[in-house]
């Protein structure tokens, strides 16, 4: 049974870091391209960064570069979003993704909420 499970969400003031973590199970994590996406309400789900098989590669969104970091350990089977320097308008629910050849999996999801 595939699963993703999220951590690390909170509250937090502009200026602060926070650290998300995903844990996966039942699937080769190693072959799966991880990416963590957020969503507020009435709004779409955006890409916040990717990272590519072996952690070679990674992508950002625009709003997102030079304050936040990707990174996988691929012994452990997780994938960490380092958030630093945070703003209100990161405030949003983050997902943690898997995609490969066989499926595009979910995780629950973890809110982060930067306010005052």
């Known amino acids: 049974q595939v699963q993703l499970v999220e951590s690390g969400g909170g509250l937090v003031q502009p200026g602060g870091s926070l650290r998300l973590s995903c844990a996966a199970s039942?699937?080769?994590?190693?072959?799966?391209?991880m990416s963590w996406h957020r969503q507020t309400p009435g709004k779409e789900r955006e890409l916040v960064a990717r990272?590519?098989?072996?952690?070679?590669?990674?992508n950002y969104a625009d709003s997102v570069k030079g304050r936040f970091t990707i990174s996988r350990d691929n012994a452990k089977n997780t994938v960490d979003l380092q958030m630093n320097n945070l703003r209100p308008e990161d405030t949003a629910t983050y997902y943690c993704?898997?995609?490969?050849?066989?499926?595009?999996?979910w995780g629950k999801g973890t809110l982060v909420t930067v306010s005052l």
């Open positions: 990272i590519f098989n072996f952690g070679r590669s990674t």
């Open positions: 039942g699937f080769t994590f190693s072959s799966y391209i």
């Open positions: 993704n898997a995609k490969g050849l066989l499926g595009d999996y």
